[in-house]
């Protein structure tokens, strides 16, 4: 999802649209590799299984994997230490030999040989007029991904990472998914991004504290690297965010979803915006696949395990589609029994969509109806829509885009 986040099983899969398409088909991760020894999780390979590199993407690795790796060249897991720090700590964030400061003359020789501190080049930087950063980032290949640093004035800035490029999910209001998948971004893409954060802004926001999967992409769809970076930007010795303040987003995923709840610490966002399956059948294909009721019957059984956890619930409000006062009070029961949180969000008009933005007034009465009921919920309006950083706003649909789907008879009139 852009920036609304919501996390998917590739619909070509589920047969939304056909997987001959060469732009929308699922490109495979790409790894590098060291020579002479046993090929790590973390070596790149091109499409067809061929090595594209003698060299290892540190960045690919959690610590364990790394101190092992160190190890196999004779160092110690000390000096694996000191590199992690590098890496992720100290406001260091090296992006290269020269800023490896404080290792050993040989062990910074080994690496140089051997590994690849960076996995993303800066394209460009937009500002927007809320002082809201929009960063373009070069992938090897040349594609291009987006990444959001939004300060807030409560001393808090959250940067919002991509998980793909494009993605598959179609969801009818979101530029992102007009793209279709390009294909999912390695544990070091994601991690990256968060480090360039720290990297470019800490100085000028101060400390970036929390992480959101809200980017371009459904996390979930991508789920094996996406909990790897999580766990990466969690890592207390490294970046050391706090579990509960990284927040990886689903457009409901439902088997990964319980993956994630059983293998990560880390925060939940489902992306509902609609009560009924009808709405959602249509402005998020992927509920055709998984309903709402059996999105929110794992949700309240999954939840009763984890202690003080409340998933977040967001709602990108749609006027005349799903924005009634009966859309509130059915709202009220469908997260009834499950522990969350809900936020409410305006929409941002582009060109891939026909939607109309809820009015402020709307969103307020909405709010109240939920909050009467004992709701906790928020509206958050609009950051960085002046420079197509916002909410559902991210990526380069180009030529080739996914269709908009059939709108039932009865929504016509509001879209
Ligand atoms: S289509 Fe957009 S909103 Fe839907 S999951 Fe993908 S990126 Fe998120």
Partial sequence: MALIRWTATCLSSLGFFPSSNPRLALHRRSFSRFPRRPLPPSTSRSESGDPVSSKVVLKEMEFPELEKWVQSYGFRSGQAMMLWKCLYGNNSWAHCYDELTGLKKEFRKMISENAILKALSVKEILTASDGTRKILFSLKDAQVIETVVIP???GRTTVCVSSQVGCAMNCQFCYT???????????????????????????????????VFMGMGEPLHNIDNVIKAAAIMVDEQG??????KVTVSTSGLVPQLKRFLCESDCALAVSLNATTDEVRNWIMPINRKYNLSLLLETLREELCSKHKYKVLFEYVMLAGVNDSAEDAKR???????????????????????????TPEEKMIEFRNILAEAGCVVFLRLSRGDDRMAACGQLGEPGDVQLPLLHVP???????
Wanted: aromatic fraction near 8%; include cysteine.
């Fill in 239 to 244: 970046l050391h965010f706090s579990p509960r």
């Fill in 331 to 357: 709202l009220v029961e469908l997260v009834r029994g499950i522990p969350c949180k809900i936020n409410l969000i305006s929409f941002n008009p582009h060109n891939g969509s026909h939607f109309k933005p």
């Fill in 152 to 154: 807030c004035s409560r």
């Fill in 177 to 211: 998914g007009r793209m279709g998948l390009r294909k999912h971004l390695s544990t070091a893409e994601i991690v990256e991004q968060a480090v360039f954060a720290r990297r470019l802004f800490s100085s000028e926001f101060g400390s970036i504290t929390n992480v």
């Fill in 409 to 415: 008879e009865q929504f016509q009139m509001a879209v």
